[in-house]
């Protein structure tokens, strides 16, 4: 069964640091593109970041760039969100997403875990 579980989540205040691992279950992880997303309280989610399948490229949502870097460990079936410098809106259930080459939609999302971050 495909299976995408994050954690790192927590509590931290404004100015702080903390990475989120994915660990994906996917038979063929190296095949995916990987992405982060987040959704805060009464908002829609939105995009975050994201990295190819061959971890060459990257790419950021304005509001995160400079801050947030992604990265990926084909050997061990995870993708990372280093995130530094947070801010109070930052605050959001931050979800890990896979998609395969062929597919145009993310095919695949995990549980979520929650980022707090106090001012």
């Known amino acids: 069964q495909v299976q995408l579980v994050e954690s790192g989540g927590g509590l931290v205040q404004a100015g702080g640091s903390l990475r989120l691992s994915c660990a994906a279950s996917?038979?063929?992880?190296?095949?995916?593109?990987m992405g982060w997303f987040r959704q805060a309280a009464g908002k829609e989610r939105e995009f975050v970041a994201a990295?190819?399948?061959?971890?060459?490229?990257?790419y950021y949502a304005d509001s995160v760039k400079g801050r947030f870097t992604i990265s990926r460990d084909n050997a061990k079936n995870t993708v990372y969100l280093q995130m530094n410098s947070l801010k109070p809106n930052d605050t959001a259930v931050y979800y890990c997403?896979?998609?395969?080459?062929?597919?145009?939609?993310?095919?695949?999302w995990g549980q979520g875990t929650q980022v707090t971050v106090s001012s």
């Open positions: 997403a896979a998609k395969a080459g062929s597919s145009y939609d993310y095919d695949y």
């Open positions: 996917l038979r063929t992880f190296s095949k995916f593109a």
């Open positions: 990295i190819t399948w061959s971890g060459a490229s990257t």
